[in-house]
């Protein structure tokens, strides 16, 4: 779990240096799997990891798409101080991941801990028990009927995004 915070870190870190839209969400979508795959981690159940992803690769897509219509023949250049400082980050990094864990401990820094409450294995239970499955499927079935309705009013010759006929 350091592991992924400390790249999360350094892709922060890189994201202040792109200039180029596609880079920009390739490190979105990059630190958007880490923070799934730490928030899963965390909770020991990935359905909250699952539904915060989707919900980011759909606003990516719409960023992409409206970044491939306005910066289309754009060229992609790596600059030489990006490439520099992410090379000190990962030397950084790996110094820091062979640092010695007792004194990380010590200073109360695992963040293991925040796991071992057992009550995290339950927290998804009670949406799926009787009283509560019927409002989840109520409401799993409301979301399908305003999507399909969402679909069928949109006419797509109007859209911001619109082919050329």
């Known amino acids: 779990m350091t592991f992924l915070l400390m790249?999360?870190?350094?892709?922060?870190?890189?994201?202040?240096f792109m200039n180029h839209p596609?880079?920009?969400?390739?490190i979105l979508m990059i630190q958007t799997l880490m923070i799934t795959?730490?928030?899963?981690?965390?909770?020991?159940?990935?359905?909250f990891s699952y539904i915060l992803f989707?919900?980011?690769?759909?606003?990516?897509?719409?960023?992409?798409?409206?970044m491939v219509n306005i910066a289309s023949?754009?060229?992609?250049?790596?600059s030489l101080i990006m490439m520099k400082a992410s090379f000190i980050m990962m030397i950084f990094i790996m110094i820091l991941?062979?640092?010695?864990?007792?004194?990380?401990?010590?200073?109360?820094?695992?963040?293991?801990?925040?796991?071992?409450?057992?009550?995290?294995?339950?927290?998804?239970?009670?949406?799926?028990?009787?009283?509560?499955?019927?409002?989840?499927?109520t409401m799993i079935m409301y979301l399908l009927l305003v999507l399909i309705a969402s679909v069928k009013i949109i006419n797509i010759k109007f859209g911001p995004i619109r082919q050329k006929m």
């Open 73 to 78: 023949n754009e060229m992609f250049k790596m």
């Open 54 to 66: 989707l919900i980011f690769i759909g606003g990516m897509l719409i960023l992409f798409m409206y």
């Open 22 to 26: 596609l880079s920009m969400g390739l």
């Open 97 to 137: 991941m062979n640092l010695d864990f007792y004194l990380i401990n010590m200073i109360n820094f695992n963040l293991e801990n925040l796991i071992i409450n057992n009550k995290l294995n339950m927290f998804f239970n009670k949406y799926f028990n009787y009283p509560n499955l019927i409002i989840m499927v």
């Open 37 to 47: 795959m730490i928030s899963g981690l965390i909770n020991m159940n990935f359905w």
């Open 7 to 16: 790249m999360n870190f350094m892709m922060s870190f890189m994201l202040i």
